[in-house]
């Protein structure tokens, strides 16, 4: 895939209150982009900033009893704060109250004006002071706003209208001509399903003597500019045009317009209209993606249920935050944001399979090859599981750069963590701790150095998503680079053997449920108290125990049983015997959760069918109330080990 250019834009972000997640997740998905295409080596450019103007800033400030412009001058770096902090990497930070901006639309107003595509008319309609449009009575939904559904006022007045509606016939040839132009498909659907009724003219101004905030009508100083003809023009204030024509050439049509799907219509009929008006190419896609809920519920300060993103990345770390924003949503479609759906992620993804993985390599390299990366064997890939596992990792990097052309994120990450899944599983099968008793080191040497390779890869893929954690990850592994491009990744050995690796504190120390601390302003739950001694124990004797065999197995594979919700089938390796069980722990543990992990099974139960698959062996666990732990082992040690 080669771009001539990439250039991606957020909405700007009214500043009449504080950020908040939705503010946060379409950044950080820009930020991501932007720094894939940056691997790429495509030339890119990243917009963000604030929307300074309108109704609502100018009531927040007159609540606070400040100027309209000490109201942004305040709440702006809110924004601006919270970017660093996330670790975002704009090439730009607009703000419309900047002189820059303010040239351009006064310039784009004064053209329009002169070519008769903006006139003055009386306006006789309902207006959304929340949304900061005018409805029509027929669009109105039991009187209330269409949009909002909150309440709407009467208004009469003199006012500067563009004449959109005469674009509505080319704009739905466009769109229909243009299958990517709207994206997701049923996003371009929706507007088109919008502009089967009759397309208005656009109000593009409001009064001085209603609210004097804003960009002055270059033509009427009686009027400032409507806030979405001024909004939207940053996408093109910000590269340059009217003041830099050859800047506006390098960036210009956008390659995406990141919003949310509640500003569709502002974004895939307003500005398409504007843009066609001026004479200027459409931007390539407009993509909208969903809402983060809260349960079942859209999350509105009005329900209390809004996520603060700065409290979030203060609890649990801002690449941790960042990966489950990134990895949880499917672009286009909702996703609910919960501390337990936050903790399960982090647990598995992050603390189980990656996490664990670097620990276990490094400490083995630290134990067996004097803490530096060994030399593997000239023909490392000929080996049939070392040449299985690159192939993993190859299809990881092939997914991803698949899944950021089709704006699936979310595949190409689990792509990524299915090959350090892999990587796991290929640890199990050579066995390392076992490998080092031999004489010969040449093949421990290789399959620690192939892990290593694995995860100097998959840290190069996760890096957009989590910065700072992997290049704490690539410092483990002994490299000093801080850049990291695709190209890379297609080869093997690039780690340097005899580079010195580093052992500390895990990369992402597991969560525990209890330990989590709770939600701002949600009640710590109570804590139960266990009986000191269990009831009605039946006694067996010393014989009847030494019959049972107990020993260590590690899962190489979990899978839920087919119309059962409790029931998981497992692969397990108990020395080297491969065995399946079948275990109801699908309503505690996701399978993905499970890979890698060294339990305890009961090694000489009789077997037995259940759900028509045969189950040989089975697994302990301790449960209390609606809690289960599986019984695991307190460090590494290789399977089929007998417990005494």
């Known amino acids: 895939m080669k771009r001539d250019h990439f250039y991606v834009t957020t909405p700007i972000y009214y500043v009449n209150d504080k950020p908040h997640i939705g503010h946060a997740y379409t950044t950080i998905l820009a930020d991501v982009l932007a720094r894939y295409y940056r691997m790429l080596d495509v030339p890119s450019h990243f917009l963000t900033g604030t929307d300074e103007h309108g109704q609502k ?17 305040r709440t702006v770096i809110r924004f601006q704060d919270l970017w660093k902090k996330l670790e975002i990497t704009h090439d730009d930070f607009i703000r419309t109250t900047e002189l820059r901006h303010k040239k351009v639309v006064q310039g784009i107003l004064q053209d329009l004006y002169d070519r008769g595509e903006i006139y003055r008319d009386e306006y006789d309609g309902w207006y959304c002071t929340p949304c900061e449009r005018f ?13 909002c559904k909150r309440p709407v006022e009467k208004i009469r007045e003199a006012n500067y209208f563009f004449r959109m509606g005469k674009y509505q016939e080319w704009l739905i040839e466009y769109i229909n001509e243009h299958p990517k132009f709207i994206q997701p498909d049923y996003r371009r659907n929706e507007t088109l399903g919008f502009l089967r009724k009759e397309l208005n003219d656009l109000c593009i101004s409001r009064p001085k003597s209603r609210m004097a905030w804003g960009i002055d009508l270059p033509f009427d100083d009686q009027y400032v500019t409507y806030v979405w003809f001024d909004a939207l023009v940053n996408y093109i204030s910000a590269v340059g045009y009217k003041s830099d024509d050859a800047q506006f050439a390098k960036w210009w049509p956008a390659s995406y317009h990141l919003i949310g799907k509640d500003i569709l219509t502002t974004h895939t009929v307003y500005w398409p209209t504007m843009l066609k008006a001026m004479g200027l190419p459409m931007p390539q896609t407009i993509f909208a993606h969903g809402w983060w809920l809260s349960g079942e519920s859209k999350m509105s300060k009005s329900l209390g249920n809004v996520v603060n993103p700065m409290d979030m990345a203060d609890r649990c770390g801002v690449d941790a935050f960042r990966y489950f924003l990134m990895a949880e949503m499917s672009l286009g479609q909702d996703a609910s944001f919960t501390e337990e759906a936050f903790i399960r992620r ?18 083995m390299v630290g134990s067996y090859c004097e803490g530096k990366l060994p030399l593997p064997a000239p023909d490392a890939l000929n080996g049939k599981d070392e040449a299985d596992l690159w192939a993993e990792v190859q299809k990881a990097v092939a997914e991803m750069e698949k899944t950021l052309q089709g704006m699936r994120l979310d595949l190409g990450l689990a792509a990524v963590l299915a090959a350090v899944r892999a990587t796991n599983r290929y640890l199990e099968i050579k066995q390392p701790w076992t490998l080092a008793g031999q004489d010969d080191k040449g093949p421990l040497h290789t399959t620690l150095y192939c892990a290593a390779e694995a995860l100097r890869v998959a840290s190069a893929l996760l890096s957009p998503v989590m910065p700072g954690k992997m290049q704490a990850l690539r410092s483990t592994l002994g490299m000093d680079e801080t850049k990291t491009d695709f190209s890379r990744l297609q080869h093997f050995g690039l780690l340097k053997p005899g580079s010195e690796v580093k052992t500390g504190d895990p990369l992402f120390p597991r969560i525990r449920t209890e330990d989590a601390p709770a939600a701002p302003g949600k009640k710590e739950p109570e804590k139960k108290t266990m009986p000191s001694t269990p009831e009605g124990v039946a006694l067996i004797s010393y014989d009847d125990f030494m019959k049972v065999q107990l020993r260590t197995a590690k899962i190489l594979n979990a899978e839920p049983v087919k119309d059962a919700t409790k029931l998981l089938r497992l692969d397990i390796l108990v020395g080297k015997e491969r065995r399946q069980i079948v275990a109801g722990i699908a309503l505690h543990y996701k399978p993905e959760e499970l890979i890698g992990k060294t339990i305890i099974v009961v090694a000489n139960l009789q077997p037995a069918k259940i759900r028509g698959i045969e189950s040989n062996g089975m697994l302990l666990a301790a449960t209390s109330g609606a809690v289960m732990r599986l019984i695991t082992t307190d460090g590494e040690i290789s399977s089929g080990i007998p417990v005494k």
């Open 346 to 363: 982090y647990n598995s993804d992050l603390a189980n399979d990656l996490g664990n993985l670097l620990s276990r390599v490094m400490k």
């Open 57 to 73: 800033v100018w009531q927040a400030a007159q609540a606070a009893g400040i100027t309209a412009q000490e109201q942004v001058d």
């Open 135 to 147: 409805f029509m009575e027929k669009d109105l939904v039991e009187g209330c706003c269409p949009e």
